[in-house]
């Protein structure tokens, strides 16, 4: 049976945890953010792997994931990085969920949704000092910040807010960004209110802003092994190595004439006499149809270009006349083999986009391969009828 598949090594993982924690103060917290499915590296498997190699906090975008993490690791400390409603107040109190509070509307009614449980809620309140999404206004909402603090079923265990330049050439905005969030630390502290977790670094603020780990940071692109976009300014040390690799397989060969069709469209002829393989990747796995024409696969160590259009389920490759590619070889799409590697930076650039869309674009049917010291010690399909099939087959 053919197929394309994932392998994620959790080696990586344990290793850029390492790093990352050996670049931080000895009291600040680290937060591995799980949203989308790992960053498409499969939810289940790297979170029990994180809390087990200690990492401090889990960061999920809603509640639906956050409960479906407690299943897996019931004593994991999870923050919800998007919005949760007063209906969901029991359920995060029950399971020590925390949230995050965005408005002092959303205070009032979490508040009085803990008051009527006669419980006092953990919350992290959400700063917005220049993302332009969700969040207190860091400039104009200080009086906001501070009723919110002191709601009386409210218990403010962490203050935060998120960068959104500090990956950029230009540091500026994000310097004006950390100033605002002191102002608002500063402003609480005045106040009598100490905050026990102020976060605001991610990947890029972690390596390039000066003096905002804080209690806690939550570099996720840095932890999967891939880099923000600007060169580390001020932690230029930090080494962390990509977790996931993704292959399949060549299900077909044949030689072609000068001029011969290739792919939807015909719109890719051959130049010259030649051999086209088929390997088992399309759209419908995340390999996007914007590759067709760009990207190269490794076979057997050398690169091969994609010719013709990307299909929903099978790609062609140019593989020439002179080579030993055989039917059932492995093709690297994203990884190294060998002495070559094609990185998810060189894919994002042929696919016009950053690399968190090209890990998350990864389609649910590619099976995940995780390996611990060079032995897979699971794997993870996520289509149920994938895996009868693969029952029924062995």
């Known amino acids: 049976m053919y197929y394309s598949w994932a392998e994620i090594n959790l080696n990586a993982l344990r290793d850029n945890i390492a790093t990352v924690r050996a670049a931080l103060p000895s009291h600040c917290k680290l937060l591995l953010p799980l949203k989308a499915n790992a960053y498409g590296h499969g939810l289940e498997a790297i979170a029990k792997a994180a809390h087990e190699f200690g990492v401090d906090w889990l960061g999920l975008a809603t509640l639906r994931e956050a409960l479906e993490i407690k299943a897996y690791v019931p004593e994991a400390n999870i923050l919800i990085l998007g919005p949760s409603e007063p209906d969901d107040v029991k359920a995060l109190y029950v ?180 051999k086209i393989a088929t390997i088992e990747v399309g759209y419908g796995d995340g390999y996007r149809r914007i590759l067709s024409g760009r990207a190269h696969v490794l076979i057997r160590g050398m690169r091969y270009p994609v010719v013709g259009r990307i299909s929903m389920d099978q790609t062609t490759v140019d593989i020439g006349l002179v080579n030993d590619v055989m039917v059932g070889d492995e093709v690297v799409l994203l990884g190294r083999q060998l002495d070559d590697e094609i990185t998810v930076f060189e894919l994002a650039r042929q696919m016009e986009t950053i690399p968190y869309e090209v890990y998350t674009s990864i389609s649910a049917r590619v099976e995940r391969r995780y390996f611990f010291n060079g032995q897979l010690v699971h794997h993870f399909v996520f289509s149920n009828f994938a895996l009868m099939a693969r029952t029924i087959l062995h």
């Open 95 to 274: 399971h020590r969920i925390r949230p995050i509070i965005v408005d002092l509307n959303n205070a009032h009614e979490m508040n009085d949704a803990a008051r009527r449980l006669h419980v006092r809620l953990p919350v992290h309140l959400k700063i917005d000092t220049g993302m332009g999404r969700i969040g207190f206004d860091a400039e104009h909402g200080l009086d906001d910040i501070l009723a919110a603090a002191r709601l009386s079923n409210l218990e403010i265990e962490g203050v935060m807010s998120h960068y959104a330049t500090a990956d950029e050439d230009d540091l500026n905005y994000a310097i004006g960004q950390h100033d605002r969030f002191k102002r608002v630390i500063k402003h609480l502290r005045d106040h009598g209110i100490e905050v026990p977790l102020k976060h605001i670094s991610n990947s890029g603020g972690f390596m390039n802003i000066a003096h905002s780990d804080y209690d806690m940071v939550r570099p996720g692109i840095l932890l999967y092994g891939a880099y923000p976009s600007a060169d580390g300014r001020v932690r230029k040390a930090i080494h962390c190595k990509p977790l996931l690799s993704w292959k399949t397989q060549v299900t077909f060969i044949k030689e072609v004439r000068p001029g011969q069709a290739i792919g939807y469209g015909a719109a890719y002829r051959v130049p010259k006499r030649t």
